[in-house]
């Protein structure tokens, strides 16, 4: 049974993971209060929060179609029916293509059927299993997938903005509105959709490798995971972002060794 649509049980997760978010995310500024470029992670975070909310909004209540962004949910959903069907069926499903057999095979009346257009599609599906992640501690609600889908597109932004706000060929206010401000971006890739993911795993990927090369910072064990799962998720979606991501990467590090 699929929640309602800002329903009141979908206004009540949400709302209070909203809250808990909030509550995380100010703990984290006042962890780094002391350095001053912290003075914009609260309103960054804040600033996709509420995009990726509208996002929600626009689809579910003023557009009311919904489109890929509810199909999603409701193909994550179905996955998360799956797994409390048949836990086999449901991991089955997370490493294998989508075919017709498959969805015969593993769905039922119980689980119900991914959106076929999402489902045969293997990148658009794997969106779905990466949500479906999500519903295990969300309920199931849209709002609260969203406001998870906001919250990594908010780091990972934020990540971006601490690689750049060294670079000087450009005024410092420009790099604050151009990595963490720009209503469009944070409109399209903040909530229930392939873009989010696609431009989190480029920005987390650029943010992390160009640090340790231009600013020679640690390469810890979680970053060198998050590059993995970063570089993962756009082979799975969108291929060609990595090499729009590793060429310039090495154009930048062969200009440094030939310099040494």
């Not at 997370?94 to 095979?105: A, G, K, N, V, Y």
């Not at 779905?128 to 992640?133: G, Q, R």
């Not at 990927?205 to 340790?212: G, N, P, R």
């Not at 799962?229 to 990595?242: A, H, N």
Request: charged share 15%.
């Amino acid at each position: 049974m699929k929640p309602e649509f800002f329903g009141v049980f979908d206004l009540m997760i949400g709302g209070g993971w909203l809250f808990l978010l909030i509550v995380l995310l100010w703990a984290i500024r006042l962890k780094n209060i002391e350095k001053p470029h912290y003075k914009w992670f609260m309103p960054a975070m804040l600033f996709k929060l509420g995009f990726g909310l509208l996002f929600a909004l626009t689809y579910t209540k003023i557009l009311a179609e919904g489109g890929d962004t509810l199909a999603y949910w409701e193909g994550a959903i179905d996955l998360n029916n799956l797994f409390w069907d048949s836990p086999s069926a449901y991991f089955a499903e997370l490493f294998q293509t989508p075919s017709r057999e498959t969805i015969s095979q593993n769905f039922n009346h119980r689980t119900g059927y991914p959106p076929s257009w999402i489902y045969f599609e293997p990148e658009s599906f794997f969106i779905c299993k990466i949500l479906s992640f999500f519903t295990f501690f969300t309920f199931n609600s849209y709002i609260a997938m969203t406001l998870f889908c906001a919250l990594i597109a908010g780091f990972s932004s934020w990540k971006f903005f601490e690689l750049t706000r060294r670079f000087t060929f450009c005024k410092p206010w420009v790099i604050i509105f151009a990595t963490l401000f720009i209503p469009t971006v944070a409109f399209w890739c903040t909530g229930i959709s392939k873009d989010t993911f696609v431009v989190a795993a480029f920005q987390i990927i650029v943010a992390l490798l160009f640090s340790k090369l231009l600013y020679k910072k640690p390469m810890h064990l979680f970053s060198f995971f998050l590059i993995v799962v970063s570089v993962f998720v756009l082979f799975k979606v969108r291929d060609f972002m990595l090499i729009a991501t590793f060429v310039p990467f090495m154009i930048v590090l062969l200009i440094r060794l030939s310099k040494k």
